[in-house]
């Protein structure tokens, strides 16, 4: 559970609010349409909050569910906390400084990684997102964005650095676990000194407590990633979702038998990558070349 609520992001304190919502009614032995009928609201509603999908949560309607299920004062007090932080802040991705350079599609990805326990991603092509230096960043936005504004190309290089601050928060980091192919490490974007700086960012990130990362050698032939990159969340109390990106846009996918298969493709590459000490030795090893 967050234990401050002030610290936490709308986003998770919606997340946790919902949980123990559902907690607290499934304690109290009731069913969604009997609390409905008893809220007088929309079986809706009643779904959104306890899957935490309102951007913002009436301390009214917690005080009024609270109610219904016997809540102690302490629990409840928790709860409208929760439903403040939803009142008085805004998710970062909502701000007008990054809202017009996000995508619809992405601020839902966004959601979900604000939200998510752990997050395992592979990536064939790219540093993972997470883990990229600004100066990276901004050169794959100038390859991918040719002709955008400068100050459009700053603002999508800060929303990838915001992204990776969910690797440092109090309330819980982000355990990453990346696996990268080895071309990530030779790939120059943007030039050899901007590659060099990334390659040693990496390896300082490497040793990041929430992180571990590992790098699938060429040696190791054909695997289970050569289908392209892909990005598993796991999230509290809910089976995990795939993200996929590609030139089209992207997809999330929460199919059971899609996930699995995911799920058993990062799992090979786990055993054909190398562990992450001799990933660094990789990674540090690249730095000398570039």
């Known amino acids: 559970m967050i234990t401050d609520a002030e610290a936490a992001t709308p986003a998770l304190c919606r997340l946790q609010l919902g949980r123990e919502l559902k907690r607290l009614r499934q304690d109290a032995n009731l069913t969604s349409t009997q609390v409905v009928r008893k ?8 779904t959104r909050l306890e899957h935490g999908e309102n951007a913002v ?4 309607d917690v005080i009024a569910l609270c109610t219904i299920y016997g809540a102690d004062p302490e629990m409840r007090a928790i709860l409208l906390g929760y439903a403040a932080v939803t009142k008085t802040k805004k998710d970062w991705w909502q701000s007008p400084e990054y809202r ?14 604000a939200t998510a326990e752990a997050l395992h991603n592979y990536e064939a092509e790219f540093v993972p997102g ?3 230096s ?3 960043v901004r050169a794959i936005h100038q ?9 459009e190309i700053d603002r999508l290089v800060a929303v990838r650095m915001t992204r990776q601050e969910a690797l440092h928060r109090a309330a819980g980091p982000l355990k990453f676990a990346a696996i990268i192919s080895e071309a990530v490490l030779y790939r120059q974007v943007g030039g050899a000194p901007v590659m060099r700086a990334q390659i040693e960012h990496l390896a300082e990130m490497a040793t990041h407590p929430a992180v571990v990362l590992q790098v699938v050698p060429f040696k190791v032939g054909a695997h289970a990633g050569m289908n392209g990159a892909f990005t598993m969340l796991r999230l509290p109390d809910a089976q995990p979702i795939v993200y996929l990106e590609n ?5 999330v996918t929460r199919r059971r038998t899609n996930v699995q298969l995911y799920e ?10 190398v562990g992450p000490h001799e990933s660094l030795g990789m990674i540090r090893k690249a730095i000398k070349e570039h």
């Open 134 to 136: 600004d100066e990276y």
């Open 264 to 273: 058993a493709a990062f799992n090979d590459l786990q055993i054909l990558a």
């Open 130 to 132: 997470l883990l990229q």
């Open 39 to 46: 809220l007088m609201c929309s079986p809706s509603k009643l």
């Open 143 to 151: 390859r991918a964005h040719e002709g955008l504004p400068a100050d």
């Open 247 to 251: 030139l089209d846009g992207a997809s």
């Open 57 to 60: 949560v009436e301390p009214a």
């Open 100 to 113: 017009p350079v996000i995508a619809p599609s992405f601020k839902a990805y966004l959601a979900l990684e």
